[in-house]
Antibody
Framework: EVQLLESGGGLVQPGGSLTLSCAAS????????MTWVRQAPGKGLEWVST????????YYADSVKGRFTISRDISKNTLYLQMSSLRAEDTAIFYC???????????WGQGTLVTVSS | QTVVTQEPSFSVSPGGTVTLSCGLS?????????PSWYQQTPGQAPRTLIY???TRSSGVPDRFSGSILGNKAALTITGAQTDDDSDYYC??????????FGGGTRLTVL
């Protein structure tokens, strides 16, 4: 069974950094594209970043480009999102999801909350 | 920048039929955008309903269906149930690894 478990969220000051993790089970990351999606409090869902399965190519929303880095550790079967220069508007629940070949998000983690505040 | 558009809210009576739409601020939605639909209830992670325009995800009841209507993607719920009271989001594949969410539709069943 495919399962995704995010961790690493917490309170961080503006301008600070944080790294989120998403541990995957039931499949291997090296042949599955993965995505981070976020949801600000009371707002809609927003695509953040994708990493390709076999290619490992990375893609980012304009709102995070240059500040966030998506990566993966195949040996740990874990996806990461390194976030820097964090702003108050980055406050959100961050979900990881696997991206299937027909460009849809198949399974979702339960999310991890990131709060950017002084 | 092209924006994915959805109705902010909709209401339907139990047993009724409702169609939610997913459009583009510029241009038409086609199957090449691989429209997908997600349901989210408060405090929960999204649930995948429909992908590739009209393919139901595993375990999704057949009262949910997807299509292209005119220049938009559409999610139709036939025989709405109170459990369908949720937020619904569409996603379009915009090319070059980019996915775009619509703003979401708050569906009230009462």
């Amino acid at each position: 069974e495919v399962q995704l478990l995010e961790s690493g969220g917490g309170l961080v000051q503006p301008g600070g950094s944080l790294t989120l993790s998403c541990a995957a089970s039931g499949f291997t990351l090296n042949n599955q594209a993965m995505t981070w999606v976020r949801q600000a409090p009371g707002k809609g869902l927003e695509w953040v970043s994708t990493i390709g399965g076999t290619s490992g190519n990375t893609y980012y929303a304009d709102s995070v480009k240059g500040r966030f880095t998506i990566s993966r550790d195949i040996s740990k079967n874990t996806l990461y999102l390194q976030m820097s220069s964090l702003r108050a508007e980055d406050t959100a629940i961050f979900y990881c999801a696997n991206l299937r070949g027909a460009f849809y998000f198949d399974r979702w983690g339960q999310g991890t909350l990131v709060t950017v505040s002084s | 920048q092209t924006v994915v558009t959805q109705e902010p809210s909709f209401s339907v009576s139990p047993g009724g039929t409702v169609t939610l739409s997913c459009g583009l601020s510029s241009g038409s939605v086609s199957t090449s955008h691989y429209p997908s639909w997600y349901q989210q209830t408060p405090g929960q992670a999204p649930r995948t309903l429909i992908y590739s325009t009209n393919t139901r995800s595993s375990g999704v009841p057949d009262r949910f269906s997807g299509s292209i209507l005119g220049n938009k993607a559409a999610l139709t719920i036939t025989g709405a149930q109170t459990d369908d009271d949720s937020d619904y989001y569409c996603v379009l594949h915009m090319g070059s690894g980019i996915s775009a969410f619509g703003g979401g539709t708050r569906l009230t069943v009462l």
